[in-house]
């Protein structure tokens, strides 16, 4: 099983602060693209991931008992 974390307004899109779903085997692209599916977490697409606290790219494959965190593109001025 893993952690699915969310952040700012992708925590506001799901309604949660995390989830817990069975990931292990796949890669981070294809967890996006089930939140966004199935969850209708739309900005999870753009947002930057991280695996145990280290930031990854959408190729990474997720193991059991990994912590994904999802961390939406921040926009200031």
Known sequence: MNQILFFAGLREQAGEESIELDVNGRSIGELKQTLSSRYAIDKVKESMA????????????????????????????
């Open 50 to 77: 991280a695996v145990n606290e280290e930031f990854v790219q959408d190729e990474e494959i997720i193991k059991e008992g990994d912590t994904i965190a999802f961390i939406p593109p921040v926009s200031g001025g």
